[in-house]
């Protein structure tokens, strides 16, 4: 008489049930799967789907089996259940703040013309230079806080705000830093073409050789560095001083990001097309020239809905356009102190729905899928799918996931989960 073997038993680490999943793996939609289940196993997420189409015996308790023991079995309690969300555009490393520019904006004063008189970016690089490393730290981890308390396990973290090789470094060490601190990614972005310093004065083209046979050779070599960023605009940096820029990125092996037509068109975000960039970000003055780039290198749209508000900006990105030609779009809060000092990705959500007319699943996408995409991540996080990393949020009080762009103010996060396990979030 034969004997039927066994089916072969799972070895996973943990296994969620009873919850409600937006995998966030399609364009179109949610990727919903009631009552779902997901599996982990060695801080990646080794199964998700339907409940009822869990492998056989996968919640049969085995106590002949010491590996099968050490499952833990969680009840999501019927929750929503994200991938954790990705911030994937954010100078949250930085000095000081700007709140007498607010108040000169709302007099009338321009972004340019506070620029211009000393005040703008030039006023946070001399707060951060003055700072030392472990206050800049402490004040950057409070900016941090609040955002990990909304489910965000990914975070971008540019520098910038040095534009001298010791203070860049100093930023970046901290970016690390806080990431090591509370047990999340941190991408990094060199940003040295983001204005220029009082010692270049009149001199662009010499701070321009100064980032490009300098400061990324230098920074590169130290690991401190995931991408090189630049700002292309009016009073940026121009075109061909973003190419050098970009040109010395690839030369020491990184990829390139950028800060494009949020003033006006420089045909910027078809240059960083033309370099293969993962983003470029802003975009309100995008022109279709510079879709059509974007579309064919596979360039990410990383829109900026609360710097837009702050600014009382009035013209949108082409929101449709990207839309109809297929570039990814993200979302992101673009925290800094002088355009955008938010520490929320929901509003963000909501800001992108309601000012840029994108739709909750779209900005959903924009905090998971397309912002990994943004950041060079999308094998490693951004979906509840199989192999990548098992980062997720657990919500309360949702009928479907649109109310996380719905809500004003409303933080819903019940549990975060890192790698597998639940993380502890700063109060």
């Not at 079995?73 to 930085?94: E, F, K, N, Q, Y």
């Not at 973290?157 to 601190?181: N, P």
């Not at 007319?357 to 397309?370: F, K, N, Q, S, Y």
């Not at 999308?378 to 657990?394: H, I, T, Y």
Request: proline share 5%; with cysteine; net charge neutral.
């Amino acid at each position: 008489m034969s004997v039927r073997s066994a089916p072969p038993r799972q070895r996973w680490d943990a296994l969620w049930v009873n919850a409600q999943l937006a995998t966030m793996t399609v364009a179109s939609a949610y990727g919903t799967i009631m009552d779902g289940a997901l599996a982990v196993k060695d801080r990646r997420i080794a199964w998700v789907g339907p409940r009822r189409e869990l492998p056989a015996g996968a919640l049969d308790a085995r106590i002949d089996d010491p590996d099968d023991a050490k499952m833990v079995v969680h009840d999501a309690g019927g929750r929503w259940m994200t991938p954790g969300l990705i911030d994937c555009h954010t100078h949250i490393v930085h000095a000081g703040n700007r709140a007498r520019e607010f108040e000169l904006r709302l007099k009338g004063a321009s972004y340019e013309s506070i620029e211009r008189e000393g005040g703008g970016i030039a006023a946070t690089v001399a707060a951060t230079r003055a700072a030392a490393e472990d206050e800049l730290l402490e004040q950057s981890a409070a900016r941090l806080a609040p955002l990990l308390r909304e489910g965000v396990t990914t975070i971008e973290i540019k520098s910038g705000y040095g534009l001298d090789l010791d203070t860049e470094a100093k930023m970046l060490r901290v970016a690390r830093r806080l990431g090591h601190r509370f047990g999340i990614r941190v991408r990094t972005s060199y940003l040295g073409a983001h204005a220029l310093p009082r010692e270049f004065a009149g001199r662009p083209d010499a701070y321009v050789d100064f980032v490009c046979d300098d400061v990324i050779p230098s920074l590169a070599s130290t690991g401190l560095v995931d991408a090189v960023d630049a700002f292309c605009d009016t009073i940026g940096f121009t075109r061909a001083q973003t190419a050098r820029v970009f040109e010395a990125a690839q030369r020491a092996g990184l990829p390139v990001k950028l800060h494009a037509e949020q003033l006006s068109d420089q045909d910027g975000a078809a240059l960083a097309a033309s370099y293969r960039a993962l983003s470029a970000d802003h975009l309100e003055h995008l022109s279709a020239a510079g879709i059509e780039a974007m579309a064919a290198a596979g360039t990410v749209a990383v829109l900026l809905p609360t710097a837009f508000y702050f600014l009382r900006d009035t013209r949108v990105p082409p929101v449709a356009a990207l839309r109809k030609a297929g570039v990814p779009m993200a979302v992101a809060t673009d925290c800094n102190p002088g355009t955008s000092p938010t520490t929320s990705l929901l509003l963000a959500l909501n800001m992108a729905c309601t000012l840029f007319r994108l739709t909750p699943a779209e900005a959903l996408a924009g905090v998971t899928r397309h912002a990994a995409h943004a950041l060079g991540l999308q094998n490693r996080c951004g979906m509840l799918q199989a192999g990548l990393a098992a980062d997720f949020v657990l919500w309360d009080d949702l009928e479907s996931p649109g109310e996380l762009a719905y809500r004003l103010g409303y933080n819903p996060c019940h549990r975060i989960v890192r790698g597998g396990t639940f993380a502890v979030v700063p109060s």
